[in-house]
């Protein structure tokens, strides 16, 4: 008797499981189509920095931090994007560069360690402002759009990312605002970033609505 109770007891359990994983997988897929489709049309890549200097001229650029290893050194993403932005600010698409990330102790620094990488490329220091409290893309872009207002905006990062960051910008009010692929290279945790960022727009989105 007890196994026949049991029996549909499990099936209807596991019937409701299966349909909430569906109904997660399906919301999975469509906020990712049109989180990407939404924004496609405002990324463009490290080569087209030339033909921007020529257009629209925005006020800041601003890069993500993604990572510092143990000896303060960049990651090869985080790399990419302070490579891209110095390209950006020396072609003259903007008058300044902001540096947005972690900065969760002593020895975690990341918007320091892009200063000084950018720096070394060329932008003067005076030009360069640091956020330290860039702990997500939410909180940079929130700070932003609290700090300057109605200022346009180039935001800087992997394409993979870009999506996002630009959805949740205009989201929250930062209109003028354009992005620019800092996919310098193939990066090893590519798969990995990809994966996340399927859930991470998600949660973004139910963030913000």
Known sequence: MKIRKFIPIALKTGAVLLTAALLL?????????????????????HEAIPTMAEGE????????????RDDGSLTDMLRDRVI?????YLAGVADKIIMSGDRSGENYDEPTAM?????ELGVPAEDIICDFEGYSTHESLDRFERDYGDASVVLV???YHLHRALY??????IDDCTGVSADL????????????????RLKDLLFLN
């Open 25 to 45: 997988l399906l919301s999975l897929v469509i906020v990712n189509l049109a989180m990407v489709d939404a924004t496609e049309e405002d990324i463009s890549s």
């Open 57 to 68: 001229h925005f006020d800041y650029i601003l890069v993500f931090g993604a990572g510092v």
């Open 84 to 88: 891209v932005g110095a390209d950006l």
């Open 115 to 119: 200063k000084s990488f950018a720096i």
């Open 157 to 159: 990062s992997q394409e």
């Open 168 to 173: 949740v910008a205009k989201e929250q009010g």
């Open 185 to 200: 290279d193939t990066y090893r945790k590519q798969a990995a970033y990809n994966f996340r960022e399927y859930f991470a």
